[in-house]
């Protein structure tokens, strides 16, 4: 089992940076990339960033040149910086790692964009 363990949300105004975290525990052995996924209200929950253990990563279209995405192995942690915040980034975030049998989430973190 692993467990997820999501910070760094909240209000920041349009055009601000917010950063979240996402440290794993449990059977960290197991995992062989992390993400972050997001919903918004209404919405269906979508992939917006993955990083694999050796450090390769993919993005949403739509957060592509403002949003990176880390990991520091030795703290089991995976971070996304975001920058240049929208209105339409609101939604609550989801920290995903993807192992060799399953996947595991966190319970989510609420990012709200004011205008």
């Known amino acids: 089992q692993v467990q997820l363990m999501e910070s760094g949300g909240g209000l920041v105004q349009a055009g601000g940076s917010l950063k979240l975290a996402c440290e794993a525990s449990?059977?960290?052995?197991?995992?062989?990339?992390m993400g972050w996924y997001r919903q918004a209200p209404g919405k269906q929950r979508d992939l917006v960033a993955r990083i694999t253990r050796n450090g390769t990563t993919n993005y949403a279209d739509s957060v592509k040149g403002r949003f990176t995405i880390s990991r520091d192995n030795a703290k089991n942690t995976a971070f996304l910086q975001m920058n240049s915040l929208k209105p339409e980034d609101t939604a609550v975030y989801y920290c995903?790692?993807?192992?060799?049998?399953?996947?595991?989430w966190g319970k989510g973190i609420l990012v709200t964009v004011s205008t």
């Open positions: 449990g059977s960290i052995y197991s995992i062989n990339a």
């Open positions: 995903i790692a993807l192992s060799w049998a399953t996947n595991y």
